[in-house]
């Protein structure tokens, strides 16, 4: 007998409860602005933010929160974050020119690009934006343009190869721990980086241990008292993003879902993902080897209370990140992008056709391309909603993969085969939840000459919206 679709619910604000029953909202919304459309909810951002700043006070830190907007393009968000009185995190030169455009004040910007051409630095220098440089050419460069315009650069120095449990974590970004102080020294007066204004520390760290970032603020933490018997004072540290969020309702739907994809790998039966993609894991001398390079999606310590174990980690002396922070009158600076946009955002696509390929799967076509819906994650691991325009007593529960409209074999929207309740009609809307945070943006492209989505938002009660409630970005 065959195995039951293993399901992963998803984690559901209220408002996407309230909106998904107001189909004739939606069918308007995409008739006007086309298929896909990304809908904001922006009292969401506002609560995320509040969350982080309550966390912050709660442990007598001094802190500051830089929204990192490359996770999402739409400039309401950006416009939200002078409401709420946070900075910006920007990573090129469109990101930042757009919030200098935007009316965002300098002191609420970070610059923290991975490549930064002459032209960049010399926009961000001019607007007084703090820099944060990666490496020796880097300060070379701003150095020769700063003094060229007779001006100092404020810049924070980005640094990494912390050392935890043994270890030296892999980073080719930013400054070794062990190198970064002589490079910095360098600003003193009278030296080769003197139009340097230094003001603080940076790291941004792959994956999410909070292990490893207590262990990279402490050792920032003594590059700053070094530094300071240099006359060299650090106003903040600057952790970068990567707090966790929970998207999954259930830790034992997570669990099952992996025990099955497993299984279904290893037996080669039943398979659960397009073609039994292992999504990381995979079948060597009937053994499951590797794991999921997926997101991982299902966490207890997630947004506040990551933050606050963060806070609250110690060093072999006993002494916590956040009393060492006060100690030596340090901010705290946050650059998180996904964390921000929990449960902000949802996006919602047509059914242009249903189909059986060649191996006799149901195919669900959809008014949009992988793109439009991708992460450096090999899957997005939740289940959609389906929207039926028309009302059917008759149920006859189905299987479906969901494809979009790249002229790629492998613009299959979500690897996962999909359990529905019917087999969705040309019209009916398929809704994917939580996907503010890179799902929508971030490889989005424009191959075919597909339009790019419609981003739209709102901000009204969520129980009782119209049409004319939302906003496009454009
Ligand atoms: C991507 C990035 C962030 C945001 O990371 P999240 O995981 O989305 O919170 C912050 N800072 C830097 C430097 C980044 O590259």
């Known amino acids: 007998m065959k195995n039951k679709l ?40 506002d609560e995320n933010i509040d969350l982080f700043k309550k966390v912050g006070k709660k442990n007598g830190i001094n802190s500051k929160i830089f929204y990192a907007r490359k996770a999402n393009k ?71 343009i700063a003094k060229k315009l007779g001006k100092k650069a404020i810049v924070g120095f980005r640094i990494s190869g912390f050392n935890v449990e043994d270890k030296k974590l892999y980073s080719r970004f930013g400054f070794d721990i062990e190198k970064v102080s002589k490079s910095i020294l360098l600003t003193r007066p009278g030296r080769t980086l003197e139009n340097l204004d230094y003001t603080g520390l940076h790291f941004h760290l792959d994956g999410y241990s909070i292990k490893e970032r207590a262990a990279a ?56 993902t397009f073609k039994n993609n292992g999504l990381g894991f995979s079948k060597v001398d009937d053994k499951i080897v590797g794991r999921l390079k997926t997101y991982p999606f299902y966490n207890e310590i997630n947004k506040g209370k990551f933050l606050d174990q963060l806070l609250n980690s110690t060093n072999a002396a006993s002494d916590s990140v956040a009393d060492l922070l006060q100690i030596q009158n340090i901010q705290l600076r946050l650059e998180p992008g996904r964390s921000l946009l929990d449960q902000v955002g949802i996006t919602v696509a047509r059914v242009a056709f249903r189909k059986k390929d060649s191996n006799d799967n149901t195919l669900v076509g959809l008014e949009m391309n992988m793109s439009q819906m991708s992460s450096s994650s090999e899957d997005f ?49 398929v809704v994917f939840i939580n996907t503010a945070g890179y799902m929508m943006h971030f490889f989005e492209t424009e191959a075919h000459l597909f339009d790019l989505s419609c981003n739209l938002a709102f901000t009204s009660d969520p129980d009782a919206l119209k049409l004319s409630d939302f906003r496009s970005d454009e």
């Open 6 to 45: 293993p399901a992963l619910t998803p984690l559901t604000a209220s408002w996407v409860d309230h909106l998904v029953q107001k189909k004739e909202v939606l069918t308007g919304l995409i008739e006007k602005y086309g298929s896909p459309i990304n809908i904001h909810h922006l009292k969401m951002f």
């Open 74 to 144: 739409s400039k309401f968000l950006v416009e939200r974050t002078k409401d709420k009185n946070i900075g910006v995190d920007t990573a090129s030169y469109n990101e930042l020119k757009q919030c200098i455009e935007l009316g965002i004040d300098a002191n609420d910007l970070v610059l923290t690009a991975a490549i930064k051409n002459e032209k960049l630095i010399t926009y961000a220098i001019e607007n007084r934006v703090l820099i944060i440089l990666d490496n020796d050419d880097e300060c070379m460069i701003t150095q020769t």
């Open 217 to 272: 603020i402490f050792k920032a933490l003594e590059i700053a008292k070094e530094l300071f018997y240099h006359y060299l004072k650090t106003r903040f540290i600057d952790i970068g993003g990567g707090i966790l969020i929970n998207y999954l309702a259930s830790k034992e739907e997570w669990e099952t879902f992996q025990d099955q994809l497993k299984k279904a790998v290893l037996t080669n039966t039943d398979p659960i």
């Open 381 to 429: 691991l939740l289940d959609p909603k389906v929207i039926f325009l028309n009302y059917d007593e008759n149920e006859s529960p189905s299987e479906v993969y969901f494809v979009g409209a790249y002229c790629l074999e492998r613009d299959v929207l979500l690897q996962r085969r999909i359990s529905v309740k019917r087999i969705p009609e040309i019209g009916d809307l």
